[in-house]
């Protein structure tokens, strides 16, 4: 077994570990702190605005860069970099959507569709293979298409990883703060997102040997 894959697993292993001592033992207690604390102010409910407008953007950034492609012209590495964030995103967002439908987690709080949640109806746990909007907290795809941006960036561009980290927790304290998401989400999300970038850029890479063989 390779060291990547192996340090895949690894972490695979962590973040399930990670993710169950959340649900069973901070996942309802941070709920409550911020709902009774907090209450869901505006500026947490911002900090979750700027991933809603990545997917319509890398798709836009794809078909744009594929033509261009198309027409002959070859991808200088910022292009490059953004066509694999794109690629990465698109990735996440559709694995997501089908781990959301896998686990059937209900959310922590109700915010759309009269969906039944934790802090409103004492609603908490898994319901696989369940369905429906009402059952797609787990895993966050805001935390996903973010760190599937996040883990492509950090490999084309290592000098703004702080950054970088900044940016996912933002990402993340907006989530957990404004009751869209548990912690334990959030956890799973981003090993989603990075799983994506990883393995993208993974293969991008084992691409440009090949041909340069």
């Not at 972490?11 to 993710?19: G, K, M, N, Q």
């Not at 794809?62 to 033509?67: A, E, N, Y």
């Not at 996440?92 to 915010?111: C, N, S």
Request: aromatic fraction near 14%; hydrophobic fraction near 50%; charge should be positive.
């Amino acid at each position: 077994m390779t060291g990547p894959i192996r340090r895949w697993i690894v972490s695979l292993a962590a973040v399930a570990v990670a993710s169950a001592v959340a649900f069973v033992w901070v996942d309802r207690p941070v709920a409550l702190l911020f709902h009774y604390a907090v209450a869901r102010p505006e500026p947490f409910a911002k900090l979750t605005a700027v991933p809603d407008v990545l997917v319509p953007l890398a798709a836009a950034i794809f078909v744009v860069l594929g033509l261009m492609n198309l027409s002959g012209r070859a991808l200088s590495r910022p292009q490059t970099c953004a066509l694999l964030c794109s690629l990465s995103l698109i990735v996440a967002e559709i694995t997501k959507a089908q781990l959301k439908l896998v686990f059937g987690r209900t959310w922590p709080d109700t915010w759309t569709n009269n969906n039944p949640s934790f802090l409103r109806d004492g609603v908490y746990g898994f319901n696989f293979f369940h369905g429906g909007h009402g059952y797609a907290s787990f895993p966050s795809g805001h935390t996903a298409v973010t760190c599937a941006v996040i883990s492509v960036l950090w490999v084309y561009y290592p000098k703004w990883r702080a950054l970088y980290v900044l940016a996912v927790l933002t990402v993340a304290t907006g989530l957990i703060g404004a009751n869209y998401h548990f912690v334990s989400d959030v956890i799973a999300g981003g090993f989603v997102g990075v799983s994506s970038g990883w393995m993208l850029t993974s293969l991008w890479t084992a691409h440009e040997h090949f041909h340069k063989r």
